[in-house]
């Protein structure tokens, strides 16, 4: 019996090694990982780079508090706010810590322009972000807040695409809309451009900050750096984690100057975020997040998406709808996805679920053509078995 909690549903296998696109059992079985972690090793396993920047830095320094300067995060974080929208940056450990981060500033910046009461932030119903007390009142998700009472106040939520409920919550409290630009657990939804626009154009009208949650969906995932990037639209606060630290776990929130303003020193903190351990392997992340490796993803993209599309004609009573942008492709089943992955994992290909039926395919963003076909090959595969 394991000595582990039971709060995961674990597969029977486990890995001893991993190289780009694959890992290994411990008896040799090589597996196409296009779970990548859930969207974490953006770079692939073993990247080169990225075991040599963890090793230097770890004869230097692994960790050092933040009560002091730490140069290899002053350079990470202009790096970010060089490439985005933002002005200035605090480092978290996790996805969710950066979405806790993300409320705390939205909140604060009220707070400290006298208007107190705007303190509601309005999410989406079922969305996700992060597993926190807080985060998962956020979500607004019955199977992540049972037994988890009393209820956090302070979120109010609408159905996905529901702008008459979202106009009709908010009032003079509301201080933040957050949102995925792309629901991830939620089952690879994309928040079409011209809603995030008119999101934002109401923000403007009633004085209320956006947070898009990018924890899954940014750091190259939709093809540009941020999935918000092809609506144009600039938000005020994105919490950011998976991608940035390609295997390491880091989190962050950037924001605009206007918002930073009011994170004075000892509203928010960290005991291990943006040590320089974890600040030299986001560093050298970025150094390979260039525009060849985003043209691959669009590459790889456009080439996976088309011939899932064809795999959908071929098998409609099987394949519902193929959903995404960049490499977070979602695979929607007419009926429940368990065992299609299943089925997909004893062919050697890794995926991972979504809400509503999805199956979710996660590759790094280097994935080559090469290696697509070999997940379409299964993928079809799969379908003729099952057909
Ligand atoms: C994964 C995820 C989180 C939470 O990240 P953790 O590192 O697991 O805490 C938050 N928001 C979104 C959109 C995510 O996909």
Same mark, same amino acid.
């Given at each position: 019996?394991?000595?582990? @909690?039971?709060?995961?549903?674990?597969?029977?296998?486990?890995?001893?090694?991993?190289?780009?696109?694959?890992? +290994?059992? *411990?008896?040799?079985?090589?597996?196409? /990982?296009?779970?990548?972690?859930?969207?974490?090793?953006?770079?692939?396993? *073993?990247?080169?780079?990225?075991?040599?920047?963890?090793?230097?830095?770890?004869?230097?320094?692994?960790?050092?508090?933040?009560? +002091?300067?730490?140069?290899? !995060?002053?350079?990470?974080?202009?790096?970010?706010?060089?490439?985005?929208?933002?002005? @200035?940056?605090? +480092?978290?450990? *996790?996805? @969710?810590?950066?979405?806790?981060?993300?409320?705390?500033?939205?909140?604060?910046?009220?707070? %400290?322009?006298?208007?107190?009461?705007?303190?509601?932030?309005?999410?989406?119903?079922?969305?996700?972000?992060?597993?926190?007390?807080?985060?998962?009142?956020?979500?607004? %998700?019955?199977?992540?807040?049972?037994?988890?009472?009393?209820?956090? &106040?302070?979120?109010?939520?609408?159905?996905? !695409?529901?702008?008459?409920?979202?106009?009709?919550?908010?009032?003079?409290?509301?201080?933040?809309? =957050?949102?995925?630009?792309?629901? !991830?657990?939620?089952?690879?939804?994309?928040?079409?451009?011209?809603?995030?626009?008119?999101?934002?154009?109401?923000?403007?009208?009633?004085?209320?900050?956006?947070?898009? /949650?990018?924890?899954?969906?940014?750091?190259?995932?939709?093809?540009?750096?941020?999935?918000?990037?092809? %609506?144009?639209?600039?938000?005020?606060?994105?919490?950011?984690?998976?991608?940035?630290?390609?295997?390491?776990?880091?989190?962050?929130?950037?924001?605009?100057?206007?918002?930073?303003?009011? =994170?004075? &020193?000892?509203?928010?903190?960290?005991?291990?975020?943006?040590?320089?351990?974890? =600040?030299?392997?986001?560093?050298?992340?970025?150094?390979?997040?260039?525009?060849?490796?985003?043209?691959?993803?669009?590459?790889?993209?456009?080439?996976?998406?088309?011939?899932?599309?064809?795999?959908?004609?071929?098998?409609?009573?099987?394949?519902?709808?193929?959903? !995404?942008?960049?490499?977070?492709?979602?695979?929607?089943?007419?009926? /429940?996805?368990?065992? +299609?992955?299943?089925?997909?994992?004893?062919?050697?290909?890794?995926?991972?679920?979504?809400?509503?039926?999805?199956?979710?395919?996660?590759? &790094?963003?280097?994935?080559?053509?090469?290696?697509?076909?070999?997940?379409?090959?299964?993928?079809?595969?799969?379908?003729?078995?099952?057909?």
């Amino acid at each position: 019996m394991s000595a582990l @909690a039971n709060n995961y549903k674990r597969k029977k296998i486990s890995f001893v090694k991993g190289k780009g696109s694959f890992l +290994f059992t *411990s008896n040799g079985k090589k597996y196409l /990982d296009f779970v990548q972690g859930i969207a974490v090793n953006c770079l692939g396993h *073993s990247n080169k780079n990225l075991v040599s920047a963890i090793n230097k830095q770890s004869k230097k320094l692994w960790h050092v508090s933040n009560a +002091f300067v730490i140069p290899e !995060g002053e350079k990470l974080a202009k790096k970010l706010v060089k490439r985005t929208f933002a002005d @200035a940056i605090i +480092f978290q450990n *996790s996805g @969710a810590e950066a979405t806790e981060a993300a409320i705390k500033a939205a909140r604060r910046y009220y707070y %400290s322009i006298g208007k107190t009461h705007k303190t509601r932030i309005i999410c989406i119903k079922n969305s996700f972000h992060g597993r926190t007390i807080a985060a998962i009142h956020a979500s607004g %998700s019955k199977k992540m807040t049972n037994g988890f009472g009393p209820k956090v &106040p302070g979120f109010d939520h609408f159905e996905f !695409g529901d702008h008459i409920k979202l106009k009709k919550l908010i009032n003079k409290n509301t201080a933040a809309i =957050m949102i995925e630009t792309i629901m !991830g657990e939620g089952g690879i939804k994309v928040i079409p451009n011209w809603c995030l626009k008119e999101i934002r154009k109401l923000c403007n009208k009633k004085d209320i900050l956006l947070i898009l /949650d990018e924890v899954q969906c940014g750091i190259g995932r939709s093809g540009k750096f941020f999935a918000f990037e092809y %609506s144009n639209v600039k938000p005020d606060i994105v919490p950011i984690a998976k991608g940035i630290g390609g295997g390491f776990p880091i989190g962050a929130v950037l924001m605009t100057k206007k918002v930073a303003k009011a =994170m004075i &020193p000892g509203t928010h903190g960290s005991t291990f975020g943006g040590n320089p351990l974890a =600040m030299a392997v986001g560093n050298t992340v970025l150094d390979q997040m260039n525009n060849s490796l985003l043209k691959n993803v669009n590459k790889m993209s456009k080439y996976f998406i088309y011939e899932l599309n064809v795999l959908k004609a071929k098998f409609p009573k099987i394949i519902k709808e193929v959903r !995404g942008i960049g490499l977070l492709i979602g695979l929607q089943l007419n009926y /429940d996805q368990t065992n +299609f992955i299943q089925k997909l994992m004893e062919n050697k290909l890794l995926t991972i679920r979504a809400a509503e039926n999805v199956i979710r395919i996660l590759p &790094p963003l280097n994935v080559t053509k090469r290696e697509i076909d070999m997940a379409l090959k299964i993928i079809s595969k799969v379908c003729n078995e099952i057909k």
